[in-house]
């Protein structure tokens, strides 16, 4: 009898390589009497593709109609309880969307359940209560990585329910690696799945595609996907097996009448900062559990890579001491320095678990190491020391500004623009303060900001707005001028924020991004363009900062 492995491989080498086809227009059968829309190709593509398959993998960009497509796929694949995930921030805008939608095609409405509200432990049952028979993951980036707590939540659900069916569609699916949405293909499309479904096949693919220290016997499968598409690549291979899948959609070229253009400007780190840092951050805790001390800012200003799992700490504090600040906690007094490591080990004992036990809520880890179900010795030691300390009121974080040297350089940019500007930051201090100096508003996370931005969002208006909260699901094509203040390594998160403006439906003839190209903004910004050229080259997706046109700020030159 064949391996697993081998039944994998086998598997993959029998999918059909499907032909470019134009597909039915589904406009006439899903409008309402009065409608007088149409549906655009890659709509078209989205629906078919998810009635030939029984399921939907859609690589589709930013932009491109995702969010009528998620509507109408109840109804094509004629769903009795569907079910809609979507990003918390995202509910009014969907929920005025669904009535817009309503005047012009047969939707039904979708019950709405956030990814946010999937992670909650509050929610463990909510997908048994709610049954649903198909579940469309609009936003499907944010389930990437199947060790997150919505995604094994989710795929205990899927696997339970063998009838439910499952679609996924985002424009930045994948980050850096197959290993992103390689579960998403599994729940979409089963047997059908394009890449290996189990980790025996994956990991060679990953060795030869990602790591490059693959063994001989890594390229065996990979050489026969090769020889079928006639691929000059492995790269090309992976990528035309991917996109001549059944059921998988890929957008062929962004549609945008305007150009995007992100421009360079620099700005030096003031010699005097490192100087300044040492001096106020002598000694004491920061919110990110740590001392800063000498060594620690040493760490931070030498650290030659910053992206391994060891500089994780150097990279959020750099990201901060950039903008010329950094959180600290306000003991009022002097700092529980037990508080701050039971906490800080309780932390990596929940990410351990989370990795080697399966566990997706740190409250349901506590309460098996309560009833005796879990009794390793290090998480057991780590809960006990925590719950000594937990009832302890966290102290207040405060922010000690040792700079505005960044803040100068924004508020100088700004005097400069002719149309109206999004200041895109990522941390509220600096975009509190951006705001405060130039007397603009300033949109940052919770449901309140949300719905004014999306009420503002009629016209461009000078505004700070915040990455995390804005950079995802908005059309903010008003604006076709920006600046980003935050360094960003990211491919995916880029591709969401350009978007925001760079989308089908921008009256402007281009769109300026200003970004900065000094030291970790740099190298961030290089990094996310590095892995941005391996998606394009994975999924044929076109991704923004490839095609986009680079050039250097004249006006700051000129100062």
Same mark, same amino acid.
């Given at each position: 009898?064949?391996?697993? $492995?081998?039944?994998?491989?086998?598997?993959?080498?029998?999918?059909?390589?499907?032909?470019?086809?134009?597909?039915?227009?589904?406009?006439? !059968?899903?409008?309402?009497?009065?409608?007088?829309?149409?549906?655009?190709?890659?709509?078209?593509?989205?629906?078919?593709?998810?009635?030939?398959?029984?399921?939907?993998?859609?690589?589709?960009?930013?932009?491109?109609?995702?969010?009528?497509?998620?509507?109408?796929?109840?109804?094509?694949?004629?769903?009795?309880?569907?079910?809609?995930?979507?990003?918390?921030?995202?509910?009014?805008?969907?929920?005025?969307?669904?009535?817009?939608?309503?005047?012009?095609?047969?939707?039904?409405?979708?019950?709405?359940?956030?990814?946010?509200?999937?992670?909650?432990?509050?929610?463990?049952?909510?997908?048994?209560?709610?049954?649903?028979?198909?579940?469309?993951?609009?936003?499907?980036?944010?389930?990437?990585?199947?060790?997150?707590?919505?995604?094994?939540?989710?795929?205990?659900?899927?696997?339970?329910?063998?009838?439910?069916?499952?679609?996924?569609?985002?424009?930045?699916?994948?980050?850096?690696?197959?290993?992103?949405?390689?579960?998403?293909?599994?729940?979409?499309?089963?047997?059908?799945?394009?890449?290996?479904?189990?980790?025996?096949?994956?990991?060679?693919?990953?060795?030869?595609?990602?790591?490059?220290?693959?063994?001989?016997?890594?390229?065996?499968?990979?050489?026969?996907?090769?020889?079928?598409?006639?691929?000059?690549?492995?790269?090309?291979?992976?990528?035309?097996?991917?996109?001549?899948?059944?059921?998988?959609?890929?957008?062929?070229?962004?549609?945008?009448?305007?150009?995007?253009?992100?421009?360079?400007?620099?700005?030096?780190?003031?010699?005097?900062?490192?100087?300044?840092?040492?001096?106020?951050?002598?000694?004491?805790?920061?919110?990110?559990?740590?001392?800063?001390?000498?060594?620690?800012?040493?760490?931070? *200003?030498?650290?030659?890579?910053?992206?391994?799992?060891?500089?994780?700490?150097?990279?959020?504090?750099?990201?901060?001491?950039?903008?010329?600040? *950094?959180?600290?906690?306000?003991?009022?007094?002097?700092?529980?320095?037990?508080?701050?490591?039971?906490?800080?080990?309780?932390?990596? $004992?929940?990410?351990?678990?989370?990795?080697?036990?399966?566990?997706?809520?740190? $409250?349901?880890?506590?309460?098996?190491?309560?009833?005796?179900?879990?009794?390793?010795?290090?998480?057991?030691?780590?809960?006990?020391?925590?719950?000594?300390?937990?009832?302890?009121?966290?102290?207040?974080?405060?922010?000690?500004?040792?700079?505005?040297?960044?803040?100068?350089?924004?508020?100088?940019?700004?005097?400069?623009?002719?149309?109206? &500007?999004?200041? !895109?930051?990522?941390?509220?201090?600096?975009?509190?303060?951006?705001?405060?100096?130039?007397?603009?508003?300033?949109?940052?996370?919770?449901?309140?900001?949300?719905?004014?931005?999306?009420?503002?969002?009629?016209?461009?208006?000078?505004?700070? $707005?915040?990455?995390?909260?804005?950079?995802?699901?908005?059309?903010?094509?008003?604006?076709?001028?920006?600046?980003?203040?935050?360094?960003?390594?990211? &491919?995916?998160?880029?591709?969401?924020?350009?978007?925001?403006?760079?989308?089908?439906?921008?009256?402007?003839?281009?769109?300026?991004?200003?970004?900065?190209?000094?030291?970790? *903004?740099?190298?961030?910004?290089?990094?996310?363009?590095?892995?941005?050229?391996?998606?394009?080259?994975?999924?044929?997706?076109?991704?923004?900062?490839?095609?986009?046109?680079?050039?250097?700020?004249?006006?700051?030159?000129?100062?």
């Amino acid at each position: 009898m064949k391996s697993l $492995a081998s039944q994998e491989a086998d598997r993959i080498l029998a999918l059909p390589w499907r032909e470019s086809a134009a597909p039915d227009d589904w406009s006439r !059968w899903l409008r309402t009497p009065k409608g007088m829309q149409s549906l655009r190709p890659i709509q078209n593509r989205m629906l078919q593709a998810a009635v030939n398959a029984k399921g939907l993998l859609a690589f589709a960009a930013c932009g491109e109609g995702k969010t009528l497509a998620s509507l109408l796929l109840p109804v094509v694949l004629r769903a009795e309880r569907p079910l809609l995930l979507i990003p918390a921030n995202l509910r009014e805008q969907n929920a005025a969307d669904q009535e817009e939608y309503a005047q012009n095609w047969k939707v039904k409405l979708v019950p709405v359940l956030s990814y946010e509200q999937l992670s909650s432990p509050r929610s463990l049952n909510k997908l048994k209560e709610l049954k649903p028979d198909l579940i469309i993951a609009d936003e499907a980036h944010y389930l990437r990585g199947r060790d997150s707590a919505r995604s094994k939540r989710l795929g205990r659900y899927l696997i339970e329910n063998a009838s439910c069916r499952f679609a996924a569609l985002s424009g930045t699916l994948m980050n850096r690696s197959l290993e992103d949405w390689s579960h998403l293909s599994d729940w979409a499309l089963a047997g059908g799945a394009p890449i290996p479904r189990i980790p025996q096949v994956l990991d060679p693919w990953l060795r030869v595609l990602e790591t490059h220290d693959a063994y001989g016997s890594d390229y065996r499968l990979l050489n026969k996907i090769k020889e079928q598409c006639d691929a000059r690549s492995y790269d090309e291979a992976v990528g035309e097996r991917i996109r001549r899948t059944e059921g998988v959609v890929v957008t062929d070229t962004q549609q945008v009448g305007a150009s995007l253009r992100l421009i360079k400007r620099t700005l030096q780190i003031p010699e005097d900062l490192r100087m300044t840092l040492e001096h106020a951050a002598h000694d004491i805790v920061s919110a990110t559990q740590e001392m800063l001390d000498e060594e620690t800012l040493n760490r931070v *200003f030498d650290s030659s890579d910053l992206w391994t799992p060891e500089d994780a700490f150097a990279i959020r504090v750099w990201a901060q001491l950039v903008c010329g600040f *950094f959180y600290i906690w306000d003991w009022e007094g002097e700092p529980d320095t037990d508080w701050v490591f039971a906490r800080r080990g309780w932390g990596r $004992a929940c990410r351990w678990a989370r990795e080697h036990l399966g566990e997706d809520s740190d $409250a349901l880890f506590a309460q098996k190491i309560e009833e005796g179900e879990i009794k390793d010795d290090y998480c057991v030691s780590a809960w006990e020391t925590w719950k000594e300390h937990k009832h302890k009121d966290a102290p207040r974080t405060e922010t000690v500004w040792v700079s505005d040297y960044l803040v100068d350089d924004v508020c100088a940019w700004f005097r400069d623009q002719k149309e109206p &500007p999004i200041i !895109w930051c990522g941390t509220r201090a600096l975009a509190e303060r951006i705001s405060q100096r130039l007397s603009i508003p300033y949109y940052g996370a919770g449901k309140r900001d949300s719905q004014r931005l999306v009420a503002a969002s009629r016209k461009a208006h000078p505004c700070v $707005a915040s990455i995390k909260a804005h950079a995802t699901g908005k059309n903010l094509q008003r604006w076709c001028n920006q600046i980003v203040v935050h360094p960003l390594s990211s &491919p995916n998160t880029w591709e969401q924020l350009l978007a925001r403006t760079h989308r089908p439906g921008q009256l402007a003839d281009e769109v300026t991004v200003t970004v900065y190209g000094q030291n970790l *903004f740099g190298k961030a910004l290089r990094r996310a363009k590095n892995d941005a050229q391996r998606v394009k080259e994975i999924t044929g997706l076109d991704q923004r900062l490839t095609f986009c046109s680079f050039t250097f700020d004249e006006n700051k030159n000129k100062r």
